[in-house]
Nanobody
């Protein structure tokens, strides 16, 4: 059982990146809530966005509202994080995670499967 995050890289402030999180086993995330977290150097891991199993309920941390969009394609067993209007403070390692339940959750304790992380660096 694995979650593979990809799409990170270097972007300029104001630019965009799209992260993807693919699951290795179909049954893993098709009925699970999913989340994107991030951790900057010296900082605690924080929730960025979360989505329920159907994809019709989402939540975002205040600092990314209006700039980031979480979505999922259940047929592809993949969750996405579209990041627009990037800021240098968005620089972090981004992790995707699968929740135990089907609803959205902002609590890291709700998640029991984690991807390996993908680095996002935003230059000013």
């Amino acid at each position: 059982v694995q979650l593979q995050a990809s799409g990170g890289g270097l972007a300029q402030a104001g630019g965009s990146l799209r992260l993807s999180c693919a699951a290795s086993r179909r049954t893993l995330i098709s009925n699970n809530g999913m989340g994107w977290f991030r951790q900057a150097p010296g900082m605690e891991r924080e929730i960025v966005a979360a989505i329920n199993w159907r994809g019709d309920d989402t939540t975002y941390t205040d600092s990314v509202k209006g700039r980031f969009t979480i979505s999922r394609d259940r047929s592809k067993n993949t969750v996405y994080l579209q990041m627009d209007s990037l800021k240098p403070e968005d620089t972090a390692v981004y992790y995707c995670a699968a929740a135990r339940g089907s609803s959205t959750s902002t609590r890291s304790a709700s998640y029991n499967y984690w991807g390996q992380g993908t680095q996002v660096t935003v230059s000013s």
